[in-house]
C-alpha cells in the first residue's frame, strides 16, 4: 500500500512571496490533516478535512494559510504572503475514520520550508 | 484541556542497554495515547497506542509503553536499544477525536 505523498520536500522562498504544498493521502482514507511543525516543537494540527469538507480549521491563520480538497481526495496547503516564522516542516497526514471511532493517523515525509 | 509533557528533550544509551523515554499527560477524561517515531526525512510513525484496553501495550520494533492512571504517564521503554532506534520520538495525547496533541518531543541518541 502507498503512503501518504507530498510535494515539494524542500522549499526557500523570501518573505512575502507565496507558497504550495501538496498531499495525496493513502487511498480510500476520507479524513486528511495538515500540521506544522517548527523545529524543537511537536506538530501542530492546522486543518482537517472529512472527503472534501473542513471538519477543524480552528488553528490555521486565516489571513494567510488556506487549504482546500476540491474532490476528497488530494489538497494543497497555501500561504500568501509567508512571514519568517512560517519557517517549518508542513505535514500531511491521512485516516481512514468515517465514524466516530479513532483511527491511526499515516504522516507523509513532509515538505520543509525555508522563509529567508 | 489537554496535554502531553516529555520529561527529556533528549536521551543517550549504548547499544544493547535499555531505554526510557518518559511521558506525562494531563486530560480531563480518559485519553487515548500514542507515542510516534520520526526518523530523519521520514515521516511520522506509529509505534504503540492505548485506548483504554490493556494498560500495557506493546509497539513494533520491541518498544512497549504502560498506563498509569494514578501516575498520568505513559513512559516508553524497549529491553535492549539498537542502533536503528536513534529518531525523534513523540508522545501524543487524544480524547477519543481526530485531534493529536503531540508533545516536544525526545531525541534518542544510541553509541556504539
Known amino acids: 500500500e502507498a503512503g501518504v505523498a507530498q510535494s515539494p520536500r524542500y522549499k526557500i522562498i523570501e518573505k512575502r512571496q507565496s507558497v504550495a504544498f501538496w498531499c495525496n493521502p493513502i487511498?480510500?482514507?476520507?479524513?486528511l490533516y495538515w500540521y506544522q511543525q517548527i523545529l524543537g516543537q511537536g506538530p501542530k494540527l492546522l486543518i482537517q478535512?472529512?472527503?472534501?469538507?473542513?471538519?477543524?480549521d480552528s488553528q490555521l491563520p486565516k489571513d494567510r494559510f488556506s487549504a482546500e480538497r476540491l474532490k476528497g481526495v488530494d489538497s494543497t496547503l497555501k500561504i500568501q504572503p509567508a512571514k519568517l516564522e512560517d519557517s517549518a516542516v508542513y505535514l500531511c497526514?491521512?485516516?481512514?475514520?468515517?465514524?466516530?471511532?479513532?483511527?491511526?493517523?499515516?504522516f507523509g515525509p513532509g515538505t520543509r520550508l525555508l522563509v529567508l | 484541556a489537554q496535554s502531553v509533557t516529555q520529561l527529556d528533550s533528549h536521551v543517550s544509551v549504548s547499544e544493547g542497554t535499555p531505554v526510557l523515554l518518559r511521558c506525562n499527560y494531563s486530560?480531563?477524561?480518559?485519553?487515548?495515547l500514542f507515542w510516534y517515531v520520526q526518523h530523519p526525512n521520514k515521516g511520522l510513525q506509529l509505534l504503540l497506542k492505548?485506548?483504554?484496553?490493556?494498560?500495557l501495550v506493546k509497539g513494533i520494533n520491541g518498544f512497549e509503553a504502560e498506563f498509569k492512571k494514578s501516575e498520568t504517564s505513559f513512559h516508553l521503554t524497549k529491553p535492549s536499544a539498537h542502533m536503528s532506534d536513534a529518531a525523534e520520538y513523540f508522545c501524543?495525547?487524544?480524547?477519543?477525536?481526530?485531534?493529536?496533541?503531540f508533545g516536544t518531543g525526545t531525541r534518542l541518541q544510541v553509541f556504539p
Open positions: 497526514a491521512s485516516s481512514s475514520r468515517t465514524s466516530g471511532r479513532l483511527e491511526t493517523q499515516y
Open positions: 487511498s480510500g482514507h476520507a479524513t
Open positions: 478535512f472529512q472527503n472534501n469538507g473542513v471538519v477543524d
Open positions: 486530560s480531563s477524561y480518559s485519553p487515548s
Open positions: 492505548y485506548t483504554s484496553a490493556a494498560t
Open positions: 501524543v495525547v487524544s480524547h477519543n477525536t481526530d485531534k493529536l496533541i
